[in-house]
């Protein structure tokens, strides 16, 4: 059984940094693209980034370009978001995704974790 | 970017009839190649719950869905049709478009039981 478990959510200032992990498992982790997707408290979904299966090509939305990075520890089956300079407009439930295929990504999300809360506030 | 609008926002059907919700992508998710495949999935998301991946390429069902759910549509215009509707379909429907990056999905219609 395919599981994705967030962690690294909490309440941080505006300016401050956290770092979010996705524990992977009941599949070959290495063989998928993964991606990070975040959900306003009572908002809709958003797209964050993405990362190809062998961890060489990330994507970025553009609202977070130059602050988030991605990466991935294949050896550790575990996805990461580095978040810097949050703002409170970050705020959200963070949730991770794997792509329904295995391959370097342009794929739906057939799995998602349970997400993990943000919250940027002073 | 590729934006993608729902209709309605909301909508209240009664158990056992359909429902019935439309996505427009702002310009076309259809791959052009041999196979002509439209880049285009729907979600289902219940209150305290991830989305759950419903339908891909538009209108094929992930195992394990219901088929009293169907997708439809090529280019621009799509539709999630719930055939005969059960109150545990109570949820927000989103439609996606991974065609390109950054994916991006629609605002989510609320569908509720009348």
């Known amino acids: 059984e395919v599981q994705l478990l967030e962690s690294g959510g909490g309440l941080v200032q505006p300016g401050g940094s956290l770092r979010l992990s996705c524990a992977a498992s009941g599949f070959s982790f290495d063989n998928y693209a993964m991606s990070w997707v975040r959900q306003p408290p009572g908002k809709g979904l958003e797209w964050v980034s993405g990362l190809r299966s062998s961890g060489g090509s990330t994507y970025y939305a553009d609202s977070v370009k130059g602050r988030f990075t991605i990466s991935r520890d294949n050896s550790k089956n575990t996805l990461y978001l580095q978040m810097n300079g949050l703002r409170v407009e970050d705020t959200a439930i963070y949730f991770c995704?794997?792509?329904?295929?295995?391959?370097?990504?342009?794929?739906?999300?057939?799995?998602w974790g349970q997400g993990t809360l943000v919250t940027v506030s002073s | 970017d590729i934006v993608m609008t729902q209709s309605p926002d909301s909508l209240a059907v009664s158990l056992g009839e359909r429902a019935t919700i439309n996505c427009k992508s702002s310009?076309?998710?259809?791959?052009?190649?041999?196979?002509?495949?439209?880049?285009l999935a729907w979600y289902q998301q219940k209150p305290g719950q991830p989305p759950k991946l419903l339908i891909y390429w538009a209108s094929t069902r992930e195992s394990g869905v219901p088929d009293r759910f169907s997708g439809s549509g090529s280019g621009t215009d799509f539709t999630l049709t719930i055939s005969s509707l059960q109150a545990e379909d109570v949820a927000v429907y989103y439609c996606h478009q991974y065609y390109s990056i950054p994916p991006t999905f629609g605002q989510g219609t609320r569908l509720e039981i009348k």
């Open positions: 995704a794997k792509d329904n295929v295995p391959g370097g990504g342009g794929n739906p999300y057939d799995s």
């Open positions: 310009q076309s998710v259809l791959y052009t190649s041999s196979n002509k495949k439209n880049f």
